[in-house]
């Protein structure tokens, strides 16, 4: 049983880095291209930022 859900959970940390991947990505085309600062703002306002 053990096993078994640490290989759930594996597999859901996957998905969820996949995503949140994926997401980042979307994030970043719908910032305005006039403000430089947009990017770290819009990522901390969405918890994506990255250290």
């Not at 594996?10 to 085309?29: I, P, R, S």
């Not at 719908?30 to 901390?44: D, G, H, I």
């Amino acid at each position: 049983m053990r096993q078994l859900l640490r290989g759930l959970c594996e597999q859901a940390l996957g998905f969820d880095n996949h995503f949140l991947g994926q997401y980042k990505e979307y994030v970043f085309t719908q910032l305005p291209q006039e403000k430089p600062f947009a990017v770290a703002e819009t990522l901390q306002h969405c918890n994506l930022a990255t250290n």
